[in-house]
């Protein structure tokens, strides 16, 4: 940790070493340069890159990024200003004890007729503004990139968080549905066991024919339509041995649409309560009509069934199946998916889904 990772490095040779042909552009621009000035320069680099370096274990090990805003600003100020003036002592130290800074001092104390003391504390203060000017920058940079990085990273774990949760109520729903069906689905066949025992033994054949599909279908987010659909004929096959010729059904399917995928069981559930709120309440039966087609760039989707509405002021009406319908729709697909049910005539009634078209 205290070494930091290659690409921190990375970022303090460019640092460092853009500094370091800038100054000599200046320098080189207004005299000549000699190699007491590359001594110079390299060691105020080589204080440079220690002390911030410095800056960045302390702001690693106190947790300094983890403070409120006010204490970081106030936190960035006093660590630079105090690595400026310690820098600065460090290198005029070494500048001294390398005879290097003799030739500047001769000139102040010559030129300025300043006291040797007093012209060592003008070098210590100058050396100590630049330092400031370049650790301000570093330490801007430093707290700007994690500060992005920090948002990035709790923008990231909150679309994952999301994700999860979706993923969780999708499977919560799901984790309804079926029993939902199988119980309905078993009444079904218990009507069949004392009426025609032969035709509850081919029920329960349809029934584990479902089973097998739903619990296949478990896993996924989606099924192709013709793969739904193949449930959905199990399922009226044998709700069709309970209501004999009160229940006729009808499909009105295009092949095109039979690729495009659809949340598993929705097609099942919009089926059974047909029967369940329409045909089963109709003393002479009626009709289930399931139809499948594109309109409008969505892939539409609709039951219409023998019935009233009863009295739903919106779409889902009671119970668990519809209101599961829409809840999955939105998880899936927000609002680009559509789910409505009504009254189309006064014996019909019509639950329609449109889902965005998913090209195959």
Same mark, same amino acid.
């Given at each position: ?21 800038? =100054? ?29 370096? &410095? ?35 460090? =290198?005029?130290? /070494? ?10 001092? #001769? ?5 300025? #007729? ?11 203060? #100058? ?28 923008q990231l774990d909150t679309l994952h968080l999301e994700s999860l949760v979706k993923e969780l109520e999708l499977q919560t729903i799901k984790a309804h549905i079926n029993p939902h069906f199988i119980f309905n ?29 739903? &619990? ?8 192709? &339509? ?13 709700? #069709? ?10 499909? @009105?399917?295009?092949? @095109?649409?039979? @690729? ?32 499948? @087609? ?63 078209? /998913?090209?195959?």
């Amino acid at each position: 940790m205290w070494l930091g990772k290659p690409r921190y490095w990375i970022f303090q040779a460019l640092g460092w070493g853009s500094f370091f042909l800038l =100054y000599t552009f200046f320098a080189f621009s207004f005299s000549t340069l000699e190699l007491v000035f590359f001594k110079r320069l390299g060691t105020f680099i080589f204080f440079g890159i220690l002390f911030s370096h &410095l800056m960045r274990l302390l702001v690693v090990r106190f947790g300094l990024l983890q403070r409120n805003l006010t204490k970081q600003i106030f936190l960035f100020f006093g660590i630079t200003i105090i690595a400026s003036l310690i820098a600065s002592f460090a =290198y005029v130290e /070494v500048m001294i004890a390398g005879d290097i800074l003799k030739k500047v001092d #001769n000139e102040l104390l010559r030129e300025k #007729n300043y006291s040797f003391w007093f012209a060592l504390w003008l070098v210590v203060l #100058n050396n100590a503004f630049l330092y400031f000017l370049l650790f301000f920058i570093w330490n801007l940079i430093y707290f700007v990139y994690h500060y992005v990085e920090k948002s990035r990273k709790q923008q990231l774990d909150t679309l994952h968080l999301e994700s999860l949760v979706k993923e969780l109520e999708l499977q919560t729903i799901k984790a309804h549905i079926n029993p939902h069906f199988i119980f309905n689905s078993l009444n079904s066949i218990r009507a069949l066991v004392d009426e025609n025992p032969q035709r509850a033994r081919k029920a329960v054949t349809e029934l584990s024919n479902i089973l097998r599909s739903s &619990l296949q279908s478990e896993k996924m987010e989606t099924v192709t &339509l013709e793969k739904e659909l193949s449930i959905v004929k199990d399922y009226l096959a044998l709700e #069709n041995m309970r209501f004999e010729d009160r229940l006729k059904i009808e499909y @009105d399917i295009d092949e @095109d649409t039979l @690729d495009q995928p659809v949340p598993p069981m929705m097609l099942q559930t919009l089926v059974e309560n047909a029967i369940k709120h329409g045909i089963g309440k109709q003393i002479d039966g009626g009709i289930v009509k399931v139809i499948s @087609d594109f309109k409008g760039g969505y892939h539409e989707l609709s039951v219409q069934n023998t019935g009233v509405l009863n009295g739903y002021k919106k779409y889902g009406g009671e119970g668990f199946g519809l209101s599961s319908t829409t809840n999955r729709l939105s998880l899936l697909y927000g609002d680009k998916a559509r789910f409505e049910i009504k009254q189309i005539n006064p014996l019909l009634v019509e639950a329609k889904v449109l889902i965005p078209v /998913v090209t195959i």
